[in-house]
C-alpha cells in the first residue's frame, strides 16, 4: 500500500528492512534533504547486525561541527546550543569522521563539503565523481533499492500536501526511472514541518511515497550554513563579474564567498550605481567586458536558472532584482520575448528556478514567510530540469536569455582547462557537482557564458603560489569549454581564442609575482613567441593595488565584510580570529617563540573583549590547573 504511514520510526525501519531484506542501497539528497531520524534508524539497525549489507549513496552531509582539542570544542559548544539547537545530529558522518563505520557499511558520496575529506583514505575510495545531472542514473546502476527524503507538509482544510522542499534535485529524476527496474524497491519520506513548503513541481502526492513517517517530536530547524567573510580580492572579483551580467537575462551564481560577492555587487549595482561603476572604474574600465554584460541598473531584471538557489540569490529575488518572468509555453513565451504578449496572457509564470536550496536559518525562515502568490514564483523542481537543456532544447533557449554560469574554480590552466574538484594526488576536495552541465550550457545556448572565478594566487610568504599555472595533471573542465575566466585583476575571455592568444589573456590576469615564470614554461613549450613580453599595463597585478582601489568603497559601506549577515555573533567571529591565531602561532617554531613571549608576559588589566571571550569558553572562573593552563592560552592569544 502507497503512503502507509508511520509515527514511530523503529516501526518504519522495521517495516523497510520486513520488504527489503538485508541488503540495502540507500539513497539520499544532498544538503537538508536527509530524513535524519529514518538514516539514522537504518544505519543503527545495520551497526548491530554484521549481516546487513548497506551501502549509502549521499552527498553533502552536514552535522555542527565538534572541536579537535578542547579549546576548540569549548568555542564550539555554545554556537552549537545557539545556531543549531535540537538538531539531530547524522550518526553515519560522525563515524565516518572518527574513522569507526563498520565494514558492513560503505558511505559512498558524490560530493563533499569542501576540504572536509583530504585525510580520510576511505571516503576518498568511496567518491564516485558523477555530474550532478547523472547521478540519479549512477545510483540506478548501482542497484538502489530504498529512496529516503525528508517533506515539508500542509494541512489545508483537512487535506495532507507534501512538498519535496530544498530537494527535489535527485528525487524527481530517479523515481520514474526506479519505476523500471526489476528488483524490490522502497521510497520513504520522513515529514520534517521545519522545513519550507515550496509549491509547482516540489509538490508531490503523498502515494508517491511508500513509507511516510510523520511524527512532531521528529520535526527540527533545517541544518544552517553561517556565511564566510567576504575578502578584498573576493570583493574585485565579485564586483568585475556583476558586470557581465545582461539585463533581461539569466543567472546562475554558485555557493560560497565569491557568490556572495558577485550577488551584492548585483544588488549594489541597483541600489547604488554610482558606486558601482565608481568601484569597477577604480579596478580598470574593461570595455569588453561592459560589451558582455553592462553597467547599467535593470530595467527588465533577471531570470534565475540556478542548482543552488542560495541565500543571496533569494535576496535578489526578495529586492526585485529577480523578476523576469518565464512561462512552460514555448509560444508564449515567444510572444513575451518578443514585447508581443498581452497583460492577460503574461499572469502566473515563474522567476526562480532551483534544484536545491541551502542557507543560514534566516533564509529558511524567510522561505516559510513567504505570501502563496510570492512562492508561485518560485519553481524548485529536477535537477535534470536546471542543469541541461537539450529535452525541451526550443523552450530552455527561449526561457534562458543571455544565461551568465558564474562557478567557482581552485586552478586554470594558461590553455585554458579548469581545475575544480580535486589536487594533483587524486584526492578530491569537493566534486565536480554542476559545474560541468553549466559551462557545457554557456556553449549550447547561443547567448550564454561560462564565467569561472578563482583568486590569481593563494597562500602568503614562503606558501605563496598561482592559482594560474602552466599545467596540471587534473581537470575539471578540459581546455577545448574554455570560456571566460574572471580574477581579481580583470576578465580573460578565451572563446574561440588561438592557443597563443589564450596565454597571453591568461597571463594579463595572473598576479605579478609569477607572469615571468608562467611566460618562460609557455615559451619553452613553443606556445609563446621567446621575445614576447607580459605588457607593463599587467605588470602589477598585486593584492595591495587591489586593496588599495578598494579601499574606499569599504570605508564607505558599499563592500562589507558579510553583505548577507551571518548566523554567528561579532563577538564569535572574533574570538575565532584569535583562536586561529593561537593555533596557526603553535604549528612553526617562530609562531612559538611568540607565543612563549606572550604567556611570559606580565598580565595586563584585563580588558572587556578579552573577559568576553574567557566567559564564552568557560574559563572566567577557572577551577583545575588545566582551565587555568587554557585561560592563559587565550590571554596570551590577545597578546600575538
Known sequence: MKGQRFNNCDACVDAIFERLGKRIVLGAPLGIGKPNALLNGVYRRAKADPSIQLDLVTALSLNPPLGSSELEERFLAPVRERVWPGYPRLEFLDDVNARRVP??????????????????????????????????????????????????????????RLSLSANPDVTLQIEPMLQGVDYPWLTCAQVNRELPWMGNRAEVAEDLFDFVLDNPSLDHAPFSVPHEPVSVSDWAIGLRAAGLVRDGGTLQVGIGALGDAACHSLRLRERDNDGFRAALDALGADARADAIGGRDRFAQGLYVASELVSNPLFTLFEEGIVRRRVYEDAALQERVNEGLATPEEQRGGTVVQGAFFLGPADFYQ????????????????????????????????????????????????????????????????????????????????????????????????????????????????????????????????????????????????????????????AQRAGKLPRDYRVPDQYRNNLSEHIAKALAPHQQAGRLPELPFGCDLTAAERALAGRLRRLKTAAATTAGKLRLLRALAAPAPAEQEEVAAALRHLRLDRPASGGEKRLARLVRAAYAL
Open 103 to 160: 565494514d558492513n557499511v560503505r558511505v559512498i558520496e558524490f560530493y563533499m563539503q569542501s576540504g572536509s575529506r583530504l585525510n580520510d583514505d576511505l571516503s576518498q575510495q568511496n567518491y564516485i565523481s558523477s555530474n550532478y545531472t547523472h547521478v540519479a542514473r549512477d545510483m540506478i546502476g548501482r542497484g538502489v533499492n530504498l529512496l529516503m527524503q525528508s517533506v515539508a507538509l500542509r494541512e489545508d482544510q483537512g487535506r495532507r
Open 366 to 521: 524567510r522561505l516559510r514567510a513567504l505570501d502563496e502568490d510570492t512562492r508561485a514564483l518560485v519553481d524548485m523542481t529536477s535537477v535534470a530540469e536546471v542543469n541541461r537543456i537539450f529535452t525541451h532544447y526550443r523552450l530552455e533557449r527561449l526561457q534562458r536569455r543571455h544565461p551568465r554560469f558564474l562557478n567557482i574554480t581552485m586552478k586554470a590552466t594558461l590553455l585554458g582547462a579548469a581545475v575544480s574538484d580535486q589536487l594533483r594526488d587524486g584526492k578530491v576536495v569537493s566534486g565536480v557537482g554542476g559545474q560541468y552541465n553549466f559551462v557545457s550550457m554557456a556553449h549550447q545556448l547561443p547567448e550564454g557564458r561560462s564565467v569561472l572565478l578563482l583568486h590569481a594566487a593563494r597562500g602568503s610568504g614562503a606558501r605563496l603560489e598561482s592559482n594560474i599555472v602552466w599545467e596540471y595533471p587534473h581537470n575539471t573542465i578540459p581546455r577545448h569549454l574554455r570560456d571566460i575566466y574572471m580574477t581579481e585583476y580583470g576578465m580573460a575571455d578565451l572563446r574561440g581564442r588561438t592557443d597563443r592568444e589564450c596565454i597571453e589573456a591568461m597571463l594579463a590576469i595572473a598576479d605579478s609575482r609569477f607572469q615571468d615564470s608562467l611566460m618562460q614554461q
